[in-house]
């Protein structure tokens, strides 16, 4: 009741005539708040050839974050033979001050459901984000796994943006949920192609799209999940060593010498136009002393390049985790991920390439492959969990990054993005839900 009072006062405030909304109360008011303090230690990089004098240690800081924060909306409206309309406007909600974001800036949509499921449209978590379970760790902050996992996790405007990452807010999606069938449940969603209004019919890869499809099957202690997702042509026509995309189909070129390759001169055929794809499985289950244990696997695929010379790279990760609610107030979360070494022909185009091209992996920036690999990483984390309420928690402790010396993975919050630098973090946390 309270959370109504609170959205009639809003809407008033809004403009919106209060004692109709009040006769029609199905609007609540919910959110989140959640304040993370680290110190962070960012190791030494690898990449510096010859090195250069104080800079081949970063510096120590300490940050403030408050990823996931967040101030919503939602109503619903019973229209009828079960069907109803709803909606949810959700926006960041940014208390340190340290940036702003729009009205409805996170999960935010209209949609009808009824016995036929939910259909709705508009910036909302992607059913591939919306079932991959990381127990033991967050999704961003010092101890998120999104980085080493899924290339990152953020809202993505329609198109080609946010290329490699697979935790998305996705702008511009039409989804539908499917009922529940005794625990069996799946989702579909799809983007529409508004980027694509000033571009000519006939040319390559002018219409990025987002696929994302999901399965899952929760009942009781289990929960069970698969996910797929495409992003379609969104590397573009990309052909390596800086070579220009726009060569056509029955054009030859010369390839710039370059060490390892097959032939310095041989003819392009048509440009591939960069498809990505991601899939992940895993599981969780909860034991009867609120023992949680969980776990996955993800491949993801990028490719580039052409027909004759695809740039194909590919890169696995898994991740094992705990939460433990010991006993009272008192638990414990911990997990371990780890992301293998880019493998495929664009891992070992760019190990023998010479030059600034760029490889089709997050975190891995640098053409610096070579045949022992060296683009993995592995992070691991423990925490102390303090429940003060049902709603409100404290946590504390550590976590540590270890790159490989070709790999640049980084911390949430952290900004070095250097090759080889192993970093580790003691952080306190406050979290909150209303």
Not at 13 to 30: D, E, I, M, R
Not at 393 to 404: A, H, I, K, Q, S
Request: glycine letters at 12%.
């Amino acid at each position: 009741m309270q959370k109504k009072l609170l959205a009639v006062a809003v809407a008033g405030a809004l403009g919106a005539p209060a004692l109709a909304l009040a006769q029609n109360a199905t609007v609540n008011v919910y959110g989140r708040m959640y304040i993370e303090y680290g110190l962070v230690n960012q190791g030494n990089r690898s990449d510096l050839n010859p090195a250069v004098a104080g800079q081949s240690s970063l510096a120590t800081v300490d940050i403030l974050q408050s990823p996931g924060s967040n101030i919503g909306f939602r109503g619903e409206e019973k229209l009828g033979g079960g069907m109803s309309a709803w909606f949810q406007c959700e926006t960041t909600a940014e208390f340190r001050g340290a940036a702003t974001a729009g009205l409805c800036s996170r999960n935010s949509a209209l949609g009808l459901k009824g016995a036929f499921g939910n259909v709705f449209v508009g910036n909302w978590d992607t059913p591939f984000k919306r079932v991959t379970e990381t127990v033991g760790g967050n999704e961003t902050g010092v101890f998120g796994t999104a980085y080493v996992l899924f290339g990152n996790s953020a809202t993505f405007a329609s198109g080609n943006a946010g290329p490699g990452v697979y935790k998305r807010r996705q702008n511009n999606m039409i989804t539908y949920d499917s009922p529940n069938f005794s625990g069996f449940s799946a989702s579909a969603a799809y983007t529409a192609t508004n980027t694509a209004t000033p571009s000519f019919s006939g040319t390559s890869s002018n219409k990025p799209r987002i696929w994302s499809l999901n399965a899952s099957y929760k009942n009781g202690p289990l929960n069970v999940f698969g996910a797929y997702e495409k992003h379609k042509e969104f590397r573009g026509a990309t052909a390596p060593f800086g070579l220009s995309p726009t060569i056509s189909a029955n054009t030859s070129a010369t390839l710039p010498a370059t060490a390892g390759t097959a032939s310095t001169a041989a003819p392009l055929s048509a440009n591939r136009e960069g498809d990505e794809t991601g899939w992940a499985l895993g599981a969780s289950y909860t034991f009867k002393n609120n023992l949680k244990l969980g776990g996955l696997y993800t491949r993801q695929t990028s490719e580039g390049g052409t027909t004759a010379l695809p740039t194909e790279s590919r890169v696995n990760a898994w991740h094992l985790g705990i939460d433990w609610n010991i006993s009272g107030p008192h638990g414990v979360r911990a997990a371990y991920s780890r992301v293998g070494d880019v493998s495929g022909a664009g891992a070992a185009a760019l190990g023998a390439a010479t030059g600034t091209s760029t490889a089709l992996v997050p975190n891995v920036t640098r053409p610096a492959f070579n045949a022992a690999g060296a683009t993995s990483a592995k992070l691991w984390q423990i925490r102390y969990v303090h429940a003060l309420s049902k709603r409100t928690e404290m946590n504390v402790g550590y976590v540590r990054l270890d790159n490989g010396a070709n790999a640049s993975y980084q911390l949430g919050g952290v900004s070095s993005n250097v090759n080889g630098s192993d970093q580790s973090a003691w952080a306190l946390s406050l979290d909150h839900r209303f």
